[in-house]
């Protein structure tokens, strides 16, 4: 390191503070590269007695030096919270995993009991929750309380993971006699959408004991949301629901609402810019009326509520003693209904409780209110049909109507047959070969030749991507392809494994052959076949060894590489 780098990080660590079993580098702005930048960071770690909590949030750690700090923890079981928000500025989204794994590992290895886990603001996509999804599935997390993932870029794959992996904490857990008991949850800006917020649901509906739930601006229209009532109405303890911009409709607000009747320690709900609409927003206040007596802040704002559904909001909070914040600001009431609200809680002697409403829209018709409603719910139900054929990609949906207007007729895809797919594949060519194209790619793959059976499968490995429908019509179609080539007596293993590792660049051959681009793919397939019972157990030990060996190209899939080895080394 230059002498004016060594100076900067020192002014850095002397700001560290020390106290009640934290040790703290928050905010120094450390950019940790290599072992010999995090040499301080890893004294300071080994040196502290006691260490409950780290805080690394405000820093950059790389590759290099989160092994090397994640070696320090080892040692360091009776840590219990980790703040590791924003600590990845600056990296590549493929340097965040590796990292992850090195921390994770360490904790797993030191025996540590987490209490709280704050990965916030690091931009690591679905790639990244498998960085720590083994974390969360350990020993690690079985006494995990607060799970903090807001504005982490996970998508539908990574609340996917997320949730399957919540789901096995529990299920082992509870093995051991002491369930998971989570109690908060933050999530925001993370694109889940239904299908993410879907699969979270089903783990909350599992665990039971959440107190906390905060979801903002992640797409959920009204069957996210109704899954995510549904899950909510079984969790008790619940004091918390922040699901603000997302897209309830009346469907998902009177689904939300029947659940608020059936929870009594609601303390905070927050809707706002959620589009409950009217009907939705009547709902909610029936809700609020007949219980709900705990309740300190109700949200409801820019949710084009208009004049009558916002009186009956204001009546029904009239025996809410507890209560300290009504916001209705930016919806369509107009001046008089404004002024009606007021004296409404007054009356109440409430009237400091309602918040500004100086961004009012104004009075609106109810019939333009009717008609918006009835074309958004259509549009939805459009895209959900979408998503159900697999006809595109989920982050490639837009709002757009694909629909003629007046015809009603979907726009035609093209064809695709196997050769097509074959000969240029991409993840929408599988998905348009529709659900038989599994078994139409092994009848036409000749299995006898290994040399085709290698060439398919890295064709069809080619496209994964760790987002439904395409993981799941990669796996089904390579399953078929391998179950019915390892399943013949004349099929060779030992020359199809040569054979892929030479596609691979793993293995030198005599002949001019060339390499798959990128490895993510089959790594990532592979990691899913050696799983299988149709594959030769004998062929893990092989495949282990040039997978461990050094390469360029591995190192440039270093998540995929560790997950294969962790899977095999397993097997």
Not at 74 to 84: A, F, N, Q, T, V
Not at 215 to 244: D, E, S, Y
Not at 517 to 535: A, E, K, R, W
Request: charged fraction near 25%; glycine fraction near 6%.
């Amino acid at each position: 390191m230059a002498s004016e780098d060594i100076t900067k990080l020192a002014e850095s660590l002397a700001k560290t503070s020390v106290g009640g079993g934290q040790l703290s580098f928050k905010g120094q702005s450390l950019k940790l590269n290599t072992a010999e930048d995090a040499e301080d960071v890893i004294k300071q770690i080994e040196e502290f007695d006691g260490l409950e909590a780290l805080r690394l949030e405000g820093n950059t750690v790389g590759v290099e030096a989160a092994k090397v700090i994640a070696k320090a923890l080892e040692k360091k079981s009776e840590l219990k919270r980790c703040h590791w928000s924003d600590m990845f500025t600056g990296r590549l989204r493929s340097e965040i995993p590796p990292a992850l794994i090195s921390l994770g590992d360490a904790l797993i290895a030191a025996g540590a009991q987490l209490v709280e886990l704050d990965l916030s603001d690091n931009a690591f996509g679905p790639d990244g929750v498998q960085g720590f999804e083994a974390l969360l599935k350990s020993p690690a997390c079985y006494t995990l309380q607060e799970l903090k993932l807001n504005n982490c870029g996970m998508g539908i794959g990574g609340g996917k993971i997320l949730a399957a992996a919540l789901k096995e904490c529990h299920r082992k857990s509870s093995a051991q006699g002491k369930p998971l008991a989570l109690k908060i949850f933050v999530a925001g800006r993370n694109r889940l959408e239904n299908d993410g917020a879907t699969a979270l649901a089903e783990a909350f509906g599992i665990i039971g004991t959440l107190e906390e739930v905060h979801m903002p601006q992640n797409g959920i229209n009204h069957p996210g949301i109704t899954a995510l009532a549904q899950a909510f109405a079984i969790n008790p303890l619940l004091k918390v629901i922040n699901l603000n911009d997302n897209t309830f409709t009346e469907k998902g607000a009177v689904a939300m609402a029947d659940t608020l009747k059936a929870l009594r320690q609601i303390e905070v709900i927050n809707f706002g810019d959620c589009l409950v609409r009217s009907k939705g927003a009547v709902a909610i206040a029936d809700a609020v009326k007949e219980g709900l007596h705990k309740l300190k802040e109700l949200n409801l704002s820019f949710c084009e509520i208009k004049r009558d559904a916002a009186l009956t909001v204001a009546e029904a909070i009239e025996d809410k003693t507890e209560l300290e914040k009504l916001d209705l600001n930016g919806n369509c009431l107009g001046e008089e209904v404004c002024e009606q609200l007021h004296e409404i809680l007054e009356g109440f002697n409430m009237a400091s409780v309602l918040g500004s409403l100086s961004d009012d829209e104004g009075e609106e018709d109810d019939e333009e209110e009717e008609e918006d409603e009835d074309e958004e719910e259509e549009e939805e139900e459009e895209q959900q049909q979408l998503k159900e054929r697999g006809a595109e990609e989920q982050e490639s949906l837009t709002p757009k109507k694909i629909i003629d207007s007046q015809a009603s007729t979907p726009v035609p895809s093209p064809p695709v047959d196997v050769a097509t797919f074959l000969a240029f594949p991409s993840p929408e060519k599988l998905l348009r070969l529709g659900p038989k194209c599994s078994v139409l790619i092994a009848q036409q793959t000749d299995t006898s030749d290994v040399e085709k059976v290698v060439t398919t499968l890295l064709r069809i490995s080619s496209v994964f991507k760790d987002e439904a429908p395409v993981k799941t019509a990669v796996h089904e179609t390579t399953d078929a392809l391998m179950k019915k080539a390892f399943s013949s007596a004349t099929f060779n293993s030992d020359a199809f494994i040569s054979n892929l590792l030479v596609h691979m660049g793993l293995l030198k051959s005599e002949e001019k052959i060339k390499t798959v681009p990128s490895l993510y793919g089959i790594l990532m397939t592979l990691n899913h076949m050696v799983q299988q019972d149709y594959f030769p157990k004998s062929l893990a030990p092989v495949l282990s060894a040039f997978v461990t060996k050094p390469n360029r190209a591995l190192d440039s899939c270093s998540f995929a590489r560790h997950m294969l080895l962790q899977t095999l080394h397993q097997l």
